[in-house]
């Protein structure tokens, strides 16, 4: 999985007022500090390192991601590689930024990005830091630099300037030297900007820009809580030595506290990217610069072949190596990531001299450059007869040989002709694999299986590695990949390495639990490799504690799983690796778009350890989960009459012998609740509701022997479909209290612990048998039904439906002012989505009879399920003044509809904005978007005459 971050490209106003002036006399010295003036600050956490702040990554086009110079573009900003280790500081990196001043103009250095005003109070006090120097291009000796930091509303009508306050003076020269001040900004509006200005003529170089509050530095690990590894490797978790792992790159590896937290709770690391096919050629894929080559022997053939950089790779090793020589009871090893991979591989790898612009070779040719690197890789790395072998072979347990070569959206093998915004000609590759351009079948995973075991050590394990591995139909895919290799001549496979990258919602515990059975019927052992959990799509990165307390719950809910399928004869959990320690380090802070991705525009929290380098609730479930809070659970709500509950969602709580079963509902501004118990329940016994709105707590009691006769019903007022209220239930007898969400049993006094009540729709469907003519008057006996649960779209819509014994019939009218199809991804073009579960089975998988169809609003159709395919389905679609129309009918394929059958449902519109990306969906019933997988999250909808 990648790390890097992808670039983005930022709006900004003009240059302003506030500033810190470099200037003075020149003294060369690096650290900065004058005798009998302010010592100058160091900042070890970097609130800043997301967003390339020391200038290591780089887009295809070699521009610096999140940064761009006075002209927005790259051409005066360069991304620039140290030569003969002369970085100014221990964490500097490889690259620094050389901004250039054009025609004698000012050179700049900036960007401003939304997701900065949530990392920045107003009125705080931080502190900065960056190295600068003349730059050897500058048309003039010496000069000096601006710092601005901004907050801005949207569109810049509105800015204020922080107040900059330098450490102290100094004057650029040809020598690095190390700024430091502080600054407080009154007000970070929704974004920030921060921006380096150069004075005329002026070109400098700047690295490592660094931000922290100013109490950043008194932050510090907490020593005395038991060790993450130690806790999983005890009775209550696997009850043996596991690797525990956690990711580190680069950035994450300066920071002596990231580090600290590192080595105290974790026996495993896998470097994030340092171990990568183009992290090894240089990144020459993102800056362009020449790639060297030279010669090598392989098989006493002699190969043309690049030279690779492991200086990246060795220097974080080095303090791997470094602490389990000074620890030799505390022994951290080491996950290789990866060897094959159809991303972060440089698309010249594949091309004759090695040359982008020139033909692809031939499977011969690729399979001596596929042996070549793999040979050269596991040698320098394992091999004990070589110096670097003997020295960093006893760091690893295993390596992912093969990386993601199974297809998301069909299941099979990722081919070069893979839907995505990529082409085979850009520098590397998010979705397309020129692997399988060259090979145009498997040979090549095949291939590298065979060569990883030839050349790696017996002991070293070697893995498949892939996310949204828990999907049924990828988790086919890689079934297959795994027999495929295992059967072949020569290879050797240890286990699979499930990513982990999931969300709050998906996959379910189910379909984890049938993906480790299935991969464990093939290989000998599964792990979980890349584990984090996006946050809720309702989480604002502020109110924390409800987060944090569900992530925790989920984290509980994976890990009690994969403990209790490790305990069975032939499954083999052989461990689990956290991508990352901290949140604010996390990949998902910025664009990623696979597995659990998140679009850069939410503060997430996916990890065990938060910003101040403290255990989180996810860290206790984990080490001690008596410690957690309630849980908060999520309540279905149904829209009804309050007379008929059949449909009604169930809580349950079991009290002593007696269990109460509570189905709740909701009306207009009322809420109901239908109870009926199973036991014989003693005189005096009550049964209780509250509900908090929002307004304050209300309840509703009825003694329990009413149960079934009585409703629990409370007035609320303004409820509405997508709404949610708090809500949580009990059973007293006498003193003896049995609740549903809060087993502190403190609902009378406070909401904290209520369950999640969400206010679902239910709809009814009469029976006509309409044409697909948009102005048949059979369509008018249909009930109306409006979309609400909105998550980004724009558009509005209103859906008729109607069934007779052959189909469901659907008629969608679309109120949507910007019209796109531009997109190759069918998902992301303004569309109409039907999923049907026709035997309303709830289940968290695709069955036979669910389905998933979208028809664009240029009536293009596209499928998801089994028989889900266009021989089932006719339509027809229209643009209209404002919007469009799209008419449908869907044949029945596994029931025989009657009045009075429930029906699985959800209706969904894609919503695609100018540029042809799709900006948000609008449904009818599920808000979590997960649809496409998992039929258990559709609404229920009646069949009536």
């Avoid at 970097?46 to 390339?52: E, G, K, P, T, V």
């Avoid at 950043?216 to 060790?227: F, G, L, M, T, Y």
Wanted: hydrophobic share 35%; with cysteine.
């Amino acid at each position: 999985m990648r790390v890097t971050k992808t670039a983005l490209f930022f709006g900004c106003a003009a240059s302003l007022a506030a500033a810190l002036f470099v200037s003075c006399a020149s003294n060369g010295n690096a650290s900065g500090t004058d005798k009998g003036k302010t010592a100058q600050r160091e900042i070890k956490q970097n609130i800043l390192d997301n967003y390339n702040c020391g200038f290591e990554g780089a887009d295809g086009d070699g521009g610096l991601y999140w940064w761009s110079d006075t002209n927005w573009s790259h051409k005066n900003l360069l991304r620039t590689a140290y030569e003969d280790g002369g970085q100014p500081g221990p964490a500097c990196g490889s690259y620094y930024a050389t901004a250039l001043s054009e025609g004698g103009g000012k050179a700049q250095c900036q960007f401003a990005w939304k997701e900065l005003a949530s990392l920045i109070e107003g009125g705080r006090t931080y502190s900065y830091s960056y190295y600068i120097k003349v730059a050897p291009e500058s048309v003039v000796p010496a000069g000096t630099v601006t710092l601005v930091v901004n907050g801005a509303v949207e569109n810049w009508s509105k800015v204020d300037s922080a107040k900059v306050s330098p450490d102290k003076k100094v004057e650029l020269s040809d020598k690095w030297q190390l700024v430091t001040g502080t600054f407080v900004l009154s007000d970070p509006h929704d974004q920030v900007q921060f921006q380096l200005t150069g004075s005329e003529g002026l070109s400098y170089c700047v690295d490592e820009f660094r931000v922290a509050p100013e109490e950043a530095a008194a932050k510090q690990i907490e020593k005395n809580i038991v060790s993450l590894k130690d806790a999983v490797s005890s009775r209550k978790g696997f009850g043996r030595k596991v690797y525990v792992g956690g990711a580190v790159t680069g950035s994450e590896a300066g920071d002596p506290l990231y580090m600290d937290l590192l080595f105290k709770h974790f026996n495993a690391v896998t470097l994030g990217n340092e171990l990568k096919m183009d992290c090894m050629n240089g990144y020459h894929d993102g800056n362009r610069s020449p790639i060297g080559l030279t010669t090598d022997a392989l098989d006493g053939r002699e190969l043309t072949v690049p030279v690779l950089d492991h200086s990246r790779a060795d220097a974080l090793l080095d303090k791997i190596y470094a602490w389990n020589k000074a620890n030799p009871g505390k022994q951290l090893k080491v996950r290789g990531h990866v060897l094959v991979w159809h991303s972060q591989a440089p698309e010249w790898f594949f091309h004759k001299d090695y040359d982008a612009t020139k033909a692809y070779v031939g499977k011969d040719e690729m399979n001596l450059r596929l042996e070549w690197y793999i040979k050269t890789m596991l040698s320098y790395y394992t091999d004990k007869s070589t110096p670097t072998g003997k020295k960093y072979g006893p760091l690893f347990y295993g390596w992912d040989v093969v990386n993601e070569a199974i297809s998301d959206a069909t299941g099979s093998y990722r081919t070069d002709t893979e839907s995505g915004g990529d082409r085979l000609s850009d520098p590397t590759h998010g979705s397309k694999s020129s692997w399988w351009h060259v090979y145009g079948s498997n040979e090549f995973i095949i291939n590298a299986f065979r060569f990883a075991n030839k050349y790696a050590p017996a002991s070293l394990e070697l893995y498949y590695n892939d996310y949204n591995e828990c999907t049924p139909q990828k988790v086919r895919g890689i079934v297959e990949l795994l027999k495929a290799v295992k059967s072949a001549e020569g290879t050797r496979i240890s286990g699979m390495g499930m990513q982990g990258h999931y969300n709050m919602d998906s996959p379910s515990v189910p379909q984890l639990e049938a993906a480790v059975r299935a991969y464990s019927e093939v290989v000998d052992s599964v792990m979980i490799t890349e584990m984090d959990l996006k946050a809720s799509s309702s989480f604002d990165g502020k109110n924390t504690g409800e987060e944090y307390n569900r992530q925790a719950y989920r984290y509980k809910a994976i890990y009690d799983k994969l403990v209790a399928l490790d305990k069975e004869p032939g499954i083999n959990v052989a461990g689990i690796v956290f991508w990352g320690v901290t949140d604010p380090y996390s990949w998902l802070q910025s664009s990623s778009s696979v597995g659990g991705g998140a679009d850069g525009t939410q503060t997430q929290c996916p990890l065990l350890f938060d910003g101040d380098y403290k255990a989180k609730p996810a860290f206790w479930a984990f080490a001690d989960a008596d410690k957690l809070e309630p849980a908060i659970q999520s309540v279905t709500l149904i829209q009804g009459d309050g007379k008929d509950f059949s449909h009604a969602r169930p809580c349950v709580i079991q009290a002593g012998s007696v269990r109460a079963e509570f189905r709740p509902m909701w009306k207009d501004g009322s809420i109901f609740a239908k109870a009926t118990l199973s036991g014989s329940p003693a005189a005096g016994d009550k049964l209780v509701m509250f509900i908090d709105d929002g307004k304050g707590i209300k309840s509703a009691s009825i003694p329990a022997g009413d149960a079934g006769t009585k409703l629990l019903s409370l007035n609320m007022g303004g409820l509405s479909v997508a709404g949610s209220v708090k809500i949580d239930f009990r059973y007293e007898h006498g003193s003896d209290v049995s609740s549903f969400n809060d087993f502190q049993n403190k609902q009378a006094s406070s909401s904290k612990f209520y369950a999640k009540g969400l206010l679902k729709p239910f709809a009814v469907i009469r029976k006509g048998s309409p044409s697909l003519d948009f102005s048949d008057s059979t369509w008018n006996k249909a009930v109306p039904v409006t979309l609400a649960v909105r998550n980004g779209a724009k558009a509005d819509a209103e859906v008729r439906m109607l069934w007779d014994d052959k189909a469901l019939y659907v008629l969608a009218k679309v109120k949507d002012g910007v019209i796109n199809t531009a997109s190759a991804d069918a998902w992301q073009q303004d569309s109409l989505e039907v999923f049907i579960d026709e035997n309303n089975a709830k289940t968290e998988s695709y069955e036979e009879d669910d389905k998933q169809y979208r028809i664009s609003c240029r009536n293009a159709a596209s499928f998801n399920g089994d028989k889900c395919v266009q021989g089932n389905m006719t339509s027809q679609a229209r643009l209209v003044s404002g919007g469009y129309e799209v008419a449908a009918s869907f044949r029945w394929t596994d029931i025989r509809p009657r009045a009075g059958m429930l029906l699985g449902l959800d209706l969904q519109i894609n919503d695609a904005d100018a540029s042809g990306s799709r900006t948000g969906t609008l449904n009818w019933y599920d808000e979590n978007g997960t649809g496409y997988m998992n039929p258990g999250v559709f609404g229920s909808v009646l069949l009536e005459d």
